[in-house]
């Protein structure tokens, strides 16, 4: 199971820890979404979850605030008594001395933040979604072109680096090469990055290893994209019949996601980085409402159709 370590959310967010006598290296939270805990300080811990980041902010720090000190204790008490990953106080919001006390009894690590409590939620729900998303690694190269990711698959010597180093020298921006970590966001949302040990790098045969980033500029890499678009080089059979309208659209699949896929039969004299440009640039015109295969089909129809009545 994918897990982010606590320590990690503290640098990434900024947190300030206001229990640094417990040790938090091995504390790992698994579940991207957090719990506000205000039914629970009122005594109600059916369908408690635990396991999550649990967030205090302005109504559940004035309804502790209005609790007297006896029941205050008690509810501390029997809500540290789960195994909670981490407290985290909202808008520089201090926990009172018996929450403390307890907290540090029960080691649970209390943690403050200067943000309000809802851009905050936005802001670690989104990070801790990403983070801890299914993921899998795939062949390929991925390349931002005009804004569009582009997952060029294919076997291994067919051209898809060249064809990736060719868009970079466009002006177009390299996520990986050869391994994508794919991680699915959302049923809508594919994104791809590079292990740490390649990024930035690609494998040319013949040259060896190139540093995209140092040769080209910082402007020249990303660091995550959505898949927007598979390519999928191929060997080029003239017994295979191939596309040439796109009326239908073809789709591969990842952690059950579709994204729309072409094949792309390769012969000497082929430009492949204009030929993902096209695909790209099109794509986006498809998202945008126009379909070229589709307007050609309605001249056709139109022509036909008024042929007829002349006739």
Not at 242 to 271: A, F, M, Q, W
Not at 289 to 311: I, M
Request: glycine residues 6%.
């Amino acid at each position: 199971m994918a897990s982010v370590k606590l320590t990690r959310i503290i640098e990434k967010m900024k947190l300030e820890n206001l229990t640094p006598e417990i040790e938090i290296s091995d504390v790992k939270i698994t579940q991207p979404d957090i719990n506000r805990p205000a039914l629970q300080l009122a005594g109600y811990f059916e369908h408690f979850e635990a396991i999550r980041l649990q967030i205090i902010g302005f109504v559940e720090f004035t309804y502790i605030e209005g609790l007297k000190e006896e029941r205050r204790k008690e509810v501390y008490e029997q809500l540290m008594s789960y195994n909670i990953p981490a407290f985290i106080f909202c808008r520089e919001l201090q926990p009172d001395p018996i929450f403390l006390q307890i907290a540090l009894e029960k080691k649970v690590p209390i943690l403050m933040t200067k943000k309000s409590t809802s851009s905050f939620m936005a802001e670690i729900i989104r990070w801790l979604n990403v983070k801890l998303a299914p993921c899998i690694s795939v062949h390929g190269v991925l390349v931002d072109v005009y804004g569009e990711g582009l997952l060029i698959t294919g076997e291994s010597g067919i051209g898809k680096s060249e064809a990736a180093i060719e868009l970079i020298k466009r002006g177009h921006r390299l996520v990986t090469d050869d391994v994508v970590e794919l991680r699915k966001v959302s049923d809508d949302t594919l994104i791809g990055s590079a292990p740490d040990i390649t990024k930035h790098f690609i494998e040319l045969r013949g040259i060896g290893i190139v540093d995209v980033k140092t040769l080209f500029g910082v402007s020249s890499v990303k660091d995550t994209q959505s898949i927007d678009l598979v390519i999928k080089l191929e060997e080029w059979n003239k017994d295979k019949e191939y596309d040439r309208l796109g009326l239908e659209e073809e789709y591969t699949e990842y952690l059950g996601n579709k994204v729309v896929c072409h094949s792309i039969p390769i012969r000497p004299g082929r430009n492949l980085a204009v030929i993902c440009e096209s695909a790209a640039v099109n794509h986006r015109q498809k998202k945008m409402g126009y379909n070229a295969a589709q307007e050609l089909y309605t001249r056709v129809q139109n022509s036909l159709a008024r042929k007829r009545e002349d006739d």
